[in-house]
């Protein structure tokens, strides 16, 4: 069987057109390497978090997907189509990357993951190792495809091939062009070679190849592909002793699926022998969605809804989805969306349905790692029992919603009962959070509130695992138990961050700020926020929390800019308040930001709002309060970097004398006249 997880927004991109492409770190199938026309971004995905970036010039926009060299840190992207750029992870100033003009244009560059040099696909089809368009960027290369014939993929298969598949743009013919990298036995250039896929016999002149993928299996390929009569064919494609297509199998048929649409934009990827993944498939609805299909059976066997927004256009329709280790990636509009996803071996029983509670926990045990629990349970007459087996079951019981509120109560003490080892909390906390958060979104009157506190507490979790919690803490107002996400979780994202700072500034009753100073935990650390402060003090609490978390300028940027003026407004008061009011020094006792993360945040708020703060009068004031706190803090630098060299002459100037035995004494008093 397989599951889907719930989807995140990796990134966004001001325009839908922006969004060049997808690829996967050599070393690691965590991290992926997004590429838009003016950024190339790095990604761990299981933290949802950028950990590197670099941005482009106006005028030099790239064109193709970057990727990793063979050398250790170094990347490799495309600009302008003809403009090859290589450079190091630390070198973040585009201008002084390696530069190589090409003769011909550049569909995209092919990495591995072992270590053997990557290849250059250029638009005409041909291919060449990069190391060899470095020591000749000028070489060109004779065409593989003729005119008409668009690249629609590019794959490199068992190390030494690379299969591209084209399409002709008027007849909508499909072949599949072969082009072997290493040399022959007795040295000579292998032959590329180039298959014309012929079109199903029970199809007609008027159905064509909507999508395709490959999935390499030992020596030879599959090639999936999917019709406009809604037909899933397979291809498979020898490379021992020789090259060949064979005929197409038909494997299913997707049901109530039939397009005219020349531009409906679909595409499949294979994750696996057994699995194909669809994408852009409507229901009559005309709701999206991204489907896991079994081969063998021809089912869907989960699906997870695409919130489309506008309509796509002029995408292509192999650029939509991709994968990384047990990730889909799939670009949906404006943004790029993450789904984790896993596989089983399917029974014909879950298939027809008969399997399908024991599917469903089987979904719910392979996106958490559950095998490590150390619990144990003991029967009524004390033997002991299959403690693992039991959480197992329980934990998939708390995802049916047709229990009653009575009966989901008591499984999940039964749970934490049973997992009473910290280590096993650890595992299962996130798993159990989404539950309840679950379970009380549907039910307004369940909410266990003390149990959500005790499962929190004590834990560093990773935000991520358990972001809907945030949002729905936001809806219930709850300010102790957002302060108590803030303390004990980590990698907290940047929208998560933008939204509990929009819900902290919308919030206008001084009485639910006044009721959560009174907390006896909390009063303590409100107390220290400085007179004079232009918010209420819980709220200004409150804020200094988001303040101290880690971040990134660009993703706190882009959410900024969603930020309504008012608070933008407000926000920006309490910034100018902290210019003055922040310590120095590296220290954020009680949480209270130091100037250097104070400057951060005000740049990026400017950055974000900039046009705004500049057109609406209402601003003018506080931006000239600004610029005299600006302009004094650097006049007060200055005058300490005059203090510095004083101070530093009057040092050298000093000699500790030894005493007689040869020790310097402990202590000295002087008087110093300046």
């Not at 993360?597 to 990026?604: G, M, N, S």
């Amino acid at each position: 069987m397989a599951a889907l997880g719930e989807g995140f927004e990796l990134c966004s991109f001001a325009k839908e057109k922006d969004f060049v492409g997808v690829t996967v770190d050599r070393n690691d199938d965590d991290t992926v390497i997004v590429t838009s026309k003016a950024n190339v971004t790095a990604y761990k995905l299981s933290h949802q978090k950028a950990i590197h970036s670099w941005s482009s010039k106006s005028n030099q926009m790239f064109t193709c997907p970057a990727s990793q060299t063979s050398q250790p840190e170094e990347y490799s992207v495309v600009q302008q189509n003809k403009i090859l750029r290589l450079w190091k992870c630390d070198n973040i100033d585009v201008s002084k990357w390696k530069k190589y003009v090409l003769s011909q244009p550049v569909h995209e560059i092919l990495t591995s993951s072992n270590h053997r040099q990557p290849v250059v696909v250029y638009e005409n089809g041909s291919v060449c190792e990069l190391q060899s368009v470095v020591d000749n960027p000028k070489l060109t290369h004779g065409s593989v495809i003729e005119t008409g014939e668009i690249i629609e993929s590019v794959t490199l298969v068992n190390e030494d091939k690379i299969v591209i598949v084209v399409q002709h743009e008027k007849t909508y013919d499909v072949s599949v062009i072969i082009q072997p990298l290493s040399k022959s036995d007795d040295g000579d250039d292998v032959t590329t070679q180039k298959l014309k896929l012929e079109k199903p016999t029970d199809l007609t002149e008027n159905h064509r190849c909507l999508c395709h993928c490959i999935h390499q299996e030992d020596k030879n390929m599959s090639l999936f592909t999917l019709w406009n009569n809604g037909c899933v064919y397979r291809n498979i494609i020898t490379t021992s002793p020789n090259i060949s297509l064979q005929t197409s199998e038909k494997l299913f048929t997707i049901q109530g699926f039939v397009s005219d649409d020349k531009d409906l934009s679909v595409a499949m990827t294979a994750l696996s022998d057994s699995y194909i993944a669809t994408v852009g498939l409507r229901d009559n609805q005309s709701k999206e969605f991204l489907t896991i299909w079994d081969i063998t059976y021809g089912t869907p066997l989960c699906k997870q809804e695409i919130n489309v927004g506008t309509a796509r256009t002029n995408v292509s329709k192999q650029q939509q989805i991709f994968t990384a280790g047990s990730n889909i990636l799939v670009s949906v509009g404006k943004a790029l969306m993450v789904y984790s996803y896993s596989l089983a071996p399917s029974t014909l029983a879950g298939v027809l349905g008969r399997g399908q509670r024991a599917s469903h926990d089987t979904a719910v045990q392979s996106i958490v790692p559950l095998s490590a629990w150390n619990v144990h349970s003991t029967t009524e007459s004390g033997r002991s029992t299959g403690g693992k087996a039991t959480v197992d079951m329980l934990v998939g019981k708390l995802s049916d919603e047709s229990q009653t509120n009575e009966e989901f109560s008591s499984t999940l003490d039964r749970v934490i009962k049973l997992c009473a080892n910290k280590d096993a909390m650890l595992y299962l906390t996130p798993v159990l959070l989404q539950c309840i958060v679950q379970r009380s979104s549907r039910s307004s009157d369940f909410w266990p509130r003390s149990i959500v506190q005790s499962l929190i507490k004590g834990k560093q979790l990773p935000a991520t695992c358990c972001i809907e919690l945030f949002q729905f803490l936001i809806d219930k107002e709850d300010l102790s138990l957002l302060t108590l996400c803030f303390k004990h979780m980590t990698d907290i994202p940047e929208k998560t961050l933008i939204n509990c700072l929009q819900f902290y500034l919308s919030v206008k009753k001084d009485a639910i700020f006044d009721d959560f100073m009174k907390r006896k935990q909390i009063q303590p650390m409100v107390e220290t926020i400085p007179t004079g402060c232009p918010l209420h003090k819980s709220q200004a609490f409150l804020i200094n929390q988001i303040l101290v978390c880690p971040q990134n300028d660009v993703f706190v940027i882009d959410h900024l800019k969603k930020l309504p003026f008012d608070a933008v407004m407000d926000f920006l008061k309490y910034l100018c308040f902290l210019l003055d009011k922040a310590p120095v020094c590296l220290e954020e006792k009680n949480l209270i930001p130091t100037l250097e993360k104070v400057v951060e945040w005000l740049c990026v708020l400017l950055d974000a709002q900039f046009t705004q703060l500049v057109i609406v009068p209402e601003a003018k004031e506080l931006l000239l309060q600004l610029q005299q706190q600006v302009e004094d803090q650097a006049q007060f630098f200055k005058e300490l970097g005059s203090l510095e060299a004083v101070l530093q002459s009057l040092k050298s100037s000093l000699h500790v004398k030894p005493d007689k035995q040869g020790d310097v004494s402990l202590y000295r008093i002087e008087m110093l006249k300046l």
